[in-house]
Nanobody, 122 residues
Framework: QVHLVESGGGLVQAGGSLRLSCAAS????????MGWYRQAPGKQRELVAV???????NYADSVKGRFTISRDNAQNTVYLQMNSLKPEDTAVYYC????????????????WGQGTQVTVSS
């Protein structure tokens, strides 16, 4: 019912910037929380940043001051501006949409995108 498509990943040198985008589609009336998670090789998936419909944010300590999450509620799209990138930011970044209220009145929990690779070279 909810389909998420990420874009914007790639290869960048340390200190550079990237902007990730994630568009949600389907029978969507509203999305409570949209966010970004990442998974590096051999590590568990971890929260990067989340943003609620009411504009509450939560960032991982490791990205505070460098990454900024934003969203366009009308377009059901979430963005992640990543500045001052470090090699340790290298990971597959996944978009997440939680508590999606559909046009049929149901709520969908925990939808994920397919992921986009971010590689930061030193």
């Amino acid at each position: 019912q909810v389909h998420l498509v990420e874009s914007g990943g790639g290869l960048v040198q340390a200190g550079g910037s990237l902007r990730l985008s994630c568009a949600a589609s389907g029978s969507i009336k509203s999305i409570e929380t949209m966010g970004w998670y990442r998974q590096a090789p051999g590590k568990q998936r971890e929260l990067v940043a989340v943003l609620t419909k009411g504009s509450r944010t939560n960032y991982a300590d490791s990205v505070k001051g460098r990454f900024t999450i934003s969203r366009d509620n009308a377009q059901n799209t979430v963005y992640l501006q990543m500045n001052s990138l470090k090699p340790e930011d290298t990971a597959v970044y996944y978009c997440n949409a939680d508590r999606v209220l559909t046009l049929t009145g149901t709520t969908v929990f925990g939808s994920w995108g397919q992921g986009t690779q971010v590689t930061v070279s030193s």
